[in-house]
């Protein structure tokens, strides 16, 4: 089974107030953890990849057809119908974004930027394996499972599996199901750098964590030993914000997601192997449950003996993520539910 791969550069905008009277004054700054505004680029390989400072701050902006969350209001997959520039009392410019489904504008401080729910040319690589919905015209409906073959800019061919009255098929981009994944930040991790010194002051972990399937086929490496998604590298933080999202072509074999945290030492010239942080799985259930919204919440990391794994403080060290299962189902819009999950639009 093949997977998409996106990773991200995190890139943040420093806080501003639009000034009173303008279309984003009655919304009142956030407080969220999330109050960065991240985008996406491609990661390179563990061994080449560089460290990036938590501490970086590159002003990005947000144009028509991004995704974003919104912090205030916990809503999640927004799509950017609209931007409108502003400024503040300090003459500082800013933006306001308006969404779809919505009809005010938000103040681009309480907004974080992602790549979104939805696959990519990119995404879809040649010899994946993927599920997807049986073309209308078919005749037959339900959902199909097979193995890329090609695609176009909106369609993908498929070589279908032993069982189908078609040996191929041209499926829509958006008729394939897809895990998306969200990793949001982490707290209380381990300091494995205390020792290292080397005449650094309060040297710290440069955590990054790895996010691969586990398939219900033991025998099947294929996901854990070379679909990975790798999430930057940030240094000297016990308490990191990656605000990174990842999508996985989906297969029905698929048991479980696993995160998997460690502490980068290529900065040192090390050949040994990354300090182990800890490791969380997430069962298939936990983002399929009767509500069909995925999984959104803190999992506690574990050791090898799945003890919890503590800081020097004694408090467990945690990851806040999100996974959710995209079928094309989801695809239309439904802003009436309760909480504010948006789906994609896609």
């Known amino acids: 089974m093949g997977c998409c791969s996106a990773s991200v550069q995190t890139q943040t905008v420093s806080e501003m107030t639009p000034p009173a009277g303008s279309k984003g004054a009655e919304v009142a700054p956030s407080a969220s953890l999330l109050t960065s505004l991240t985008t996406t680029q491609s990661m390179p390989s563990q061994k080449s990849r560089s460290t990036v400072s938590s501490q970086q701050t590159i002003p990005v902006r947000i144009e028509k057809g991004d995704f974003v969350y919104w912090s205030q209001e ?20 800013y933006q306001l974004v308006k969404v779809m489904g919505r009809e005010e504008f938000i103040p681009q401080n309480q907004l974080v930027k992602y790549t979104g729910p939805r696959l990519r040319s990119k995404d879809i690589k040649s010899g994946a394996q993927v599920q997807f ?12 499972t097979g193995v890329v073959d090609g695609q176009t800019n909106s369609e993908v061919h498929v070589k279908t599996q032993e069982g189908s009255h078609k040996s191929q098929l041209w499926i829509g981009r958006e ?5 998306y994944v969200m990793v949001f ?9 205390k020792k290292l010194g080397m005449g650094v002051v309060n040297n ?8 691969h399937l586990q398939t219900d086929d033991s025998a099947d490496s294929t996901l854990q030993d070379k679909e990975v998604h790798t999430t930057e590298v940030l240094s000297d933080v016990l308490d990191p914000v990656w605000n990174q999202d990842f999508r996985f072509l989906y297969f029905g074999n698929v048991k479980s997601i696993r995160f998997e945290v460690r ?15 800890g490791h969380a799985e997430l069962s298939k259930e ?4 009767e509500q069909k919204e995925g999984f959104w919440d803190e999992l506690t990391l574990t050791d090898v003996k799945d003890e919890p794994m503590k800081d020097d403080q004694g408090k467990e060290s945690k990851i806040k993520v999100r996974v959710k299962l995209f079928a094309p189902k989801d695809h239309t819009m439904d802003i009436s539910k309760k909480p504010a999950l948006f789906c994609c639009g896609c």
């Open 74 to 93: 916990d809503a999640l997959d927004l799509e950017v119908t609209e931007v409108e520039e502003g400024k503040d009392a300090k003459d500082k410019s």
């Open 133 to 144: 919905k049986m073309p209308h015209h078919d005749g037959i409906g339900g959902t199909g």
């Open 175 to 179: 008729d394939i199901h897809f895990l």
């Open 185 to 193: 930040s982490a707290h209380s991790l381990k300091n494995t750098d």
């Open 204 to 211: 710290r972990s440069d955590p990054y964590i790895k996010i």
């Open 263 to 277: 502490d980068s030492d290529v900065k040192l010239g090390s050949l040994k192997e990354d300090d182990f942080l």
């Open 286 to 289: 936990k983002w399929e449950g």
